[in-house]
Each structure stands twice: as structure tokens, then as C-alpha cells.
């Protein structure tokens, strides 16, 4: 009998991997990505960036001084 008609032979039993599951991931990751690349920026999170922008130029933040407050 050959050793590869065994019942018990992992090999017999074993169907060959065709893809590595982490080029799987990789594609499925990029595509989920890339569809969130292509969205637009909710107003709400547009409003709040303005604001930030507006209180560091206030507080002198966007011309590389440093406030007293802020830490190292």
C-alpha cells in the first residue's frame, strides 16, 4: 500500500493553499481604504478644523512661537 493512500496521511487529505490569506487581507484592507479616500469630509469636522486653525493663529501657535502653556 503507498504511503500517500493512507487514511491517516495529512497528505492524501490536504488540498493545496492556492493564495497566502495575508495577500487576502492586504486586498480586501486597500479596497476598504481607498473607498474611504474617496469620501467626502463631513462639514461638522470641517467646522471644528477651521475653529482649531483660528484659535492657534489667535494664540500665536502658527507662528512657531511658543505659548507658556504648552509643554515639551
Known amino acids: 500500500m503507498d504511503d500517500d493512500n493512507k487514511a491517516g496521511s495529512s497528505k492524501a487529505r ?3 493553499l492556492t493564495e497566502n ?4 487581507i492586504s ?4 479596497a476598504l481604504y481607498s473607498s474611504l479616500e474617496q469620501e467626502a469630509i463631513p462639514d461638522r469636522f470641517l467646522d ?3 475653529k482649531l486653525d483660528e484659535v492657534e493663529q489667535a494664540s500665536g501657535a502658527g507662528t512657531g512661537e511658543v505659548s507658556p502653556n504648552t509643554r515639551r
Open 14 to 16: 490536504r488540498a493545496p
Open 21 to 24: 490569506p495575508n495577500d487576502a
Open 48 to 50: 471644528l478644523l477651521e
Open 27 to 30: 486586498r480586501k484592507l486597500q
